[in-house]
């Protein structure tokens, strides 16, 4: 039987590149669900389709694939169309573009069945905002990882900045405020904790610490 941990919290908690750190220590697959409908937002901003619910979105979905897969180096990559994204839907406007398109009960029910399959063939560590709570209620795990608004708009700065990027830490924290108002107030699958999921909040810890705090939940709960 495939073990499934589902790791939930907002904007710039450090899901991702936590997820991946503990994934590979404890040799499960990671899957990166924020990237999916990111992914899904690139291709309608590409298109020109507002990421909203209606014929344009339906008919989108119906025309393109998302997919997660491994490069040569064993990195996981996003990819639209068979075409790596993973590097440009990783912008701010990505980021809003992709809670947008989240929203979209159409765009949540094509990539439900993608991320389920997953979980019933591998074992698995999965990001998101409703893992716990929607895609995944029987996890055997279920963590929301937080901190606070401050601390992911700091983070999320220094990271575009080292990627070049030319980002303003006001920006970048009215961006994560805007991102957590719209994720927990979105009518379909809105974030919040899963009852049964246990809070880890890495305000005050840098990330090999925080990787250690989740390594040491899941361990203690299996």
Same mark, same amino acid.
């Given at each position: ?19 991946? +750190? ?15 409908? +990111? ?7 590409? +298109? ?16 393109? *694939?998302? $997919? ?7 990195? #996981?990559?996003?990819?639209? =169309?068979?075409? =790596?994204?993973?590097?440009?839907? +990783? *912008? ?19 990539? @439900? $069945? ?15 905002? $409703? ?8 996890? #055997? ?10 601390? &992911?708009?700091?983070? &999320? ?33 809105? @974030? ?13 810890? $840098?990330?090999? #610490? ?13």
């Amino acid at each position: 039987m495939s073990i499934a941990i589902a790791l939930d919290g907002p904007a710039g908690a450090g899901k991702s590149s936590i997820a991946k +750190r503990v994934a590979k220590a404890l040799d499960y697959i990671y899957v990166d669900t924020g990237a999916l409908y +990111r992914a899904i937002g690139l291709a309608a901003s590409r +298109r020109g389709v507002e990421p909203a619910p209606s014929p344009e979105v339906d008919a989108l979905l119906g025309s393109i *694939t998302v $997919d997660l897969a491994f490069n040569e180096s064993g990195e #996981q990559v996003v990819l639209l =169309d068979g075409e =790596d994204v993973s590097g440009e839907i +990783r *912008t701010p406007e990505a980021s809003m573009t992709a809670s947008k398109i989240s929203a979209v009960p159409a765009v949540r029910a094509y990539l @439900l $069945d993608l991320q389920r399959s997953m979980a019933k063939t591998h074992n698995v560590i999965m990001d998101g905002r $409703d893992i716990g709570t929607v895609v995944l209620p029987d996890a #055997q795990v279920k963590i929301f990882l937080t901190a606070s608004p401050e601390a &992911r708009a700091e983070r &999320r700065c220094k990271e575009l900045l080292e990627k070049g990027m030319d980002v303003n830490y006001e920006d970048v924290l009215r961006d994560v405020i805007t991102r957590d108002y719209n994720d927990s107030h979105r009518e379909i699958a809105p @974030l919040k904790p899963a009852e049964d999921s246990v809070t880890v909040d890495t305000t005050e810890l $840098d990330f090999e #610490q925080s990787v250690e705090a989740i390594i040491s939940v899941i361990k203690e709960h299996l």
